[in-house]
């Protein structure tokens, strides 16, 4: 039986070995670590010998599960992002049970169609065949509670909708996800102005914080190191089609490059006729300069190519590749943010040197990051990110959830 424990739930992840890690440093033997996978195989990326593998092939498995949770006495449940597996095994955990959502991205804007439809540029949204959402519709149910709460009523009433309004909302509101998220004790967003977002979805749980990894671990010996005489360039944090690489790599060849490279992580996040549209359109557009990065490889290996690039160009509109904005921030690289995503209005409310991406030119690719600037980038990173601040927010995070247990 578990007992006293805080569970956490996640699948296999890169990032799942450094957080466990982390938590046994930081409140050694408190938690309960399972990874939930569909297959009888060994896990790609956990490694961690605190891991217990949970098969769910079926629902029958499922429900066996989410009743060994109901049955155990813990302090919480903790689902790091939530997948269709996870969805369902909260909503089938007693109302009385605290459950902690870890937002990881996907979770939230992947989810909830009203969010979904802003994920892409309209270059993206053409190879993803998606139609874009019109400017009429997004305007009337963007983050509208009031729409929300005269649909609740036409559930009761006579009032009813026109058939496509009713579709809109029956697709955002009237879905497992929007329920289960509705059942959430706890939020844990990657940034901390993600929670504004998560309040006007009408979900009244609490706000904690957590980062997965410190600076320290992230870095290790490169910890001193900076790049404010490298020429290379990142693109993009994944083969994730939210990382709208397409606008970027048509941008970059227009730029004299000279011999820059330009590193895109193709490893993981995308289908494989993404990945291959995206490699045509990066060899046409930059030629030898285009270096996609096809194969996983390890942090070490990774933190080798961000050393060698000074310029981080992300044209993420959702949240996405933070832990790289920590790093290449942190090392003195001069990053290129989406101005509507949340990290660029956030790292910027914060008082980092930050860039539109658009503004990236002939010009500004000759223009590094000063000193000054790098170190003031650097010292706000550390207040945020060092492992005595991730140690802060996890006992905060472990108070929160323990008050909530005990009310």
Same mark, same amino acid.
């Given at each position: ?143 509208? +509670? ?84 490298? +020429? ?176």
């Amino acid at each position: 039986m578990l007992k006293n424990k805080f569970i956490h739930i996640f699948n296999d992840d890169k990032f799942i070995d450094p957080t466990i890690k982390l938590l046994e440093r930081i409140i050694p033997e408190q938690s309960v670590y399972i990874v939930i996978t569909n297959k009888d195989t060994e896990f790609k990326y956990v490694k961690s010998l605190l891991v217990e593998p949970v098969v769910l092939k079926n629902n029958r498995d499922l429900l066996v599960f989410a009743d060994r949770i109901n049955t155990s006495e813990n302090n919480g449940v903790f689902f790091h992002s939530l997948d269709d597996f996870k969805i369902q095994i909260a909503d089938n955990l007693n109302d009385a049970i605290i459950k902690v959502w870890f937002i990881w991205g996907y979770d939230l804007y992947n989810n909830w169609g009203i969010l979904k439809k802003n994920n892409y540029t309209k270059a993206t949204k053409q190879i993803l065949q998606k139609e874009s959402f019109s400017l009429k519709f997004k305007n009337l149910f963007l983050f509208n +509670q009031i729409t929300f709460s005269l649909y609740l009523k036409s559930l009761k009433g006579p009032l009813r909708f026109p058939s496509f309004i009713q579709q809109i909302l029956e697709n955002n509101f009237n879905t497992n996800y929007y329920r289960v998220i509705q059942k959430m004790n706890i939020v844990v967003p990657v940034l901390p102005n993600e929670y504004e977002t998560i309040k006007k979805m009408n979900v009244k749980a609490e706000y904690a914080p957590f980062t997965y990894g410190c600076i320290e671990d992230l870095l290790g010996e490169n910890l001193n190191k900076n790049v404010l005489n490298q +020429q290379h360039i990142l693109v993009g944090n994944s083969a994730d089609p939210a990382n709208n690489h397409i606008d970027v790599l048509k941008h970059l060849g227009k730029i004299n490059l000279g011999k820059r490279k330009v590193y895109v992580p193709l490893s993981y996040g995308g289908d494989i006729d993404y990945i291959n549209h995206i490699i045509k359109i990066g060899e046409k557009e930059l030629g030898e300069n285009f270096v996609p990065l096809k194969a996983f490889m390890t942090i070490e290996k990774y933190n080798e190519i961000l050393l060698s690039c000074g310029t981080v160009i992300f044209n993420h509109i959702r949240q996405q590749g933070v832990g790289n904005i920590i790093i290449a921030g942190y090392l003195g690289a001069k990053i290129y943010l989406n101005k509507n995503s949340p990290a660029y209005s956030y790292y910027k409310s914060v008082g980092m040197s930050i860039f539109e991406n658009k503004s990236f030119s002939n010009k500004s690719i000759k223009v590094e990051l000063t000193a000054d600037e790098m170190y003031e980038n650097r010292k706000i990173l550390m207040e945020k990110y060092a492992l005595d601040a991730v140690q802060k927010k996890v006992e905060v995070l472990t108070d929160v959830v323990l008050k909530a247990s005990n009310s």
